[in-house]
């Protein structure tokens, strides 16, 4: 089965505007993180944002907020007042458990900022 | 301060030649991946090291496919014979217990088998 699903194969979305990415996950495990990564035509792939499993507030950085509905698990990405440079492959990735540094990777979801 | 190092950048090989993939991971980090990624199957993780012992390398693969972490700066990810099929983007990444466990990703290896 799926441990992360990115539902959103590509979204369109004006600059200055905000854009939601979804990713929803599956796990057993009580311990675990969230990351968020941005892949630019480059090639390389940027951290963007983590929030734990026990993180009581969702975690912001800059532009980058991680809606985190446990409960509902989701951990939906947040880019607020988009820029022509935020045109990327957005990836969601999970790591379970304790001591286990392992990351699950989403497929991905294309984002392109508009003028 | 300098991310993952990782070389070459490119590299394109003949089907039946040996692949070296170098990684050098951030100063004081003590876990390392290897990774994969490919159109029809995203990223994967092929191996991991914490500490510079190979940790879980059930993502490896093939017998083709090996890995080494001599120390703590350096890792190789080597591929023998290389086939059509290996052709991907090969990631390297390391991460700190410390840090909230994120892990940072070097540029990549282009690798085109022929």
């Known amino acids: 089965a799926q441990k992360i699903t990115q539902t959103q194969p590509g979204m369109f979305v004006q600059e200055k505007e905000a854009v939601t990415l979804d990713c929803t996950y599956d796990?057993?495990?009580?311990?675990?993180?969230l990351f968020w990564y941005k892949q630019p035509s480059s090639g390389e792939m940027i951290f963007l944002i983590y929030q734990g499993s026990y993180d009581e507030q969702n975690a912001t950085e800059g532009r980058y907020s991680l809606n985190f509905q446990k409960a509902r698990k989701s951990a939906n990405l947040v880019i607020s007042a988009s820029q022509l440079g935020d045109s990327a492959m957005y990836f969601c990735a999970m790591r379970e458990g304790r001591g286990d540094y392992k990351l699950s990777f989403g497929a991905g979801t294309t984002v392109t900022v508009r003028a | 301060d300098a991310g993952v190092i990782q070389s070459p950048r490119h590299e394109v090989t003949e089907m039946g030649q040996e692949v070296t993939l170098r990684c050098k991971p951030i100063s004081g980090h003590n876990s390392l991946f290897w990774y994969r990624q490919t159109m029809m199957r995203g990223l994967e993780l092929l191996i991991y090291f914490n500490n510079n012992v190979p940790i879980d390398d059930s993502g490896m693969p093939e017998d083709r496919f090996s890995a080494k972490m001599p120390n703590a700066s350096f890792s190789t990810l080597k591929i023998q014979p290389s086939e059509p099929r290996d052709s991907a983007v090969y990631f390297c990444?390391?991460?700190?217990?410390?840090?909230?466990?994120?892990?940072?990703f070097g540029p990549g290896t282009r690798l085109l088998v022929l």
């Open positions: 796990t057993s495990d009580q311990s675990y993180g």
């Open positions: 990444a390391s991460s700190s217990q410390l840090i909230a466990e994120t892990q940072y």
